[in-house]
């Protein structure tokens, strides 16, 4: 199961750490909305790409689990993204399908058959750091309600999404 050096850079973690941080650099200097939500926007195109190659990876082919459960995060993810192309739409912006902001949108070769223990683990690891990007967010957004809202709803799904993939590494994967 495990994989032959399994050890590598996290390039989905650095993917959104990098969005994280550029948020974070907005926010200290006022934060225009748009762009702050087209950063969590672009993490989200991020988590369904991930996603959706893990479900139909050699091991998410051979593995019912995998398969059903990587194809429902990449369907929440997707909502995701829906939803914050809309409100950016609706503050007068316009979303950025190209996913300004990541490096590292070629993920599939790291989907190497054997490797899912790696995968799982670095994408709880993504997860975490998309949680705090909306907690940081939600916060920022204090006087926009209805901003506020749509980052509150996705932090839950996101929190949801952390607590399957921590029970999925203690009972599937060890
Ligand atoms: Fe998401
Ligand atoms: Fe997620």
Same mark, same amino acid.
Request: proline share 0%; hydrophobic share 50%; aromatic share 10%.
């Given at each position: 199961m495990l994989e032959q050096g399994?050890?590598?850079?996290?390039?989905? #973690?650095a993917d959104v750490q990098r969005l994280r941080v550029s948020a974070q650099a907005m926010m200290a200097g006022g934060g225009e909305p748009v762009r702050l939500l087209q950063t969590a926007m672009?993490?989200? &195109?991020?988590?369904? #790409?991930?996603?959706?190659m &893990?479900?139909?990876?050699?091991?998410? #082919? /051979?593995n019912e689990w995998v398969a059903t459960e990587c194809a429902a995060q990449a369907a929440d993810e997707r909502e995701h993204m829906v939803k914050l192309a809309k409100r950016i739409t609706e503050l007068g912006g316009k979303p950025?399908?190209?996913a300004?902001?990541?490096a590292t949108r070629h993920v599939a070769p790291e989907?190497?058959?054997g490797c899912l223990p790696r995968l799982f683990a670095e994408n709880l690891a993504? /997860?975490?750091c998309v949680i705090e990007l909306y907690r940081e967010l939600s916060t920022h957004f204090a006087s926009d309600p209805k901003t506020q809202a749509l980052l509150d709803n996705i932090l839950a799904d996101e929190e949801t999404h952390t607590s399957d993939l921590e029970d999925? #590494?203690?009972t599937q994967l060890i």
């Open positions: 399994a050890v590598g850079e996290n390039h989905f #973690l672009s993490a989200e &195109i991020a988590c369904v #790409l991930r996603y959706s &893990i479900a139909v990876s050699a091991d998410g #082919l /051979e950025d399908y190209f300004a902001g990541l989907a190497s058959k993504a /997860e975490q999925l #590494l203690t």
